[in-house]
């Protein structure tokens, strides 16, 4: 008897992803945030625990800290910890479209960060599951 087996795409998060600029979930190239994605995280001083708030955030696709990605929405003054969620629509099957600007990247040396969750890039590594 000739048995069939499927297998589901699991993921996990790389252990090195916010071991600084230039790892894995810290490449200074975020997608185009939008106010309605951001959550700004208080008492974070550094972009390496910015980074580790995202990872334990299971929605978080990307961070940021620094001043302000948000053109104008936020004080501009102090350094902030921006972790964005993905949209979660039914609709919308891509962890990594955002709301505003989905899959646009952005550069900008006013703030450090990176993608944690998207399957293009990030820190997520696939490993199969067999069912």
Same mark, same amino acid.
């Given at each position: 008897?000739? +048995?069939?087996?499927? %297998?589901? +795409? ?6 090195? &992803? ?9 490449? $200074? ?6 106010? +309605? ?5 208080? $008492? ?10 995202? !990872?334990?955030? #299971? $929605?978080?696709?990307q961070w940021d800290y620094g001043k302000s990605p948000i053109g104008g929405a936020v004080d501009f003054s102090k350094l902030q910890c921006f972790i964005y969620h $993905?949209?979660?629509?039914? /609709?919308?099957?891509? !962890? ?6 989905? +899959?646009? #990247?952005?550069?900008?040396?006013? %703030?450090?960060?990176? =993608?944690?969750? &998207?399957? /293009? ?7 199969? =599951?067999?069912?």
């Amino acid at each position: 008897m000739h +048995q069939k087996h499927g %297998y589901e +795409q699991v993921y996990e998060l790389r252990k090195d &992803c916010c071991k600084g600029p230039g790892g894995p979930g810290w490449q $200074n190239d975020t997608r185009g945030p939008a106010l +309605q994605d951001a959550h700004i995280l208080a $008492n974070i001083h550094s972009s390496e625990e910015c980074c580790e708030e995202c !990872i334990k955030d #299971p $929605n978080c696709i990307q961070w940021d800290y620094g001043k302000s990605p948000i053109g104008g929405a936020v004080d501009f003054s102090k350094l902030q910890c921006f972790i964005y969620h $993905n949209k979660r629509h039914v /609709d919308s099957p891509d !962890i990594c479209e955002t709301y505003a600007q989905p +899959q646009q #990247p952005v550069t900008d040396r006013a %703030y450090e960060g990176g =993608v944690i969750r &998207c399957l /293009d890039r990030g820190c997520l590594v696939p490993k199969k =599951v067999r069912y």
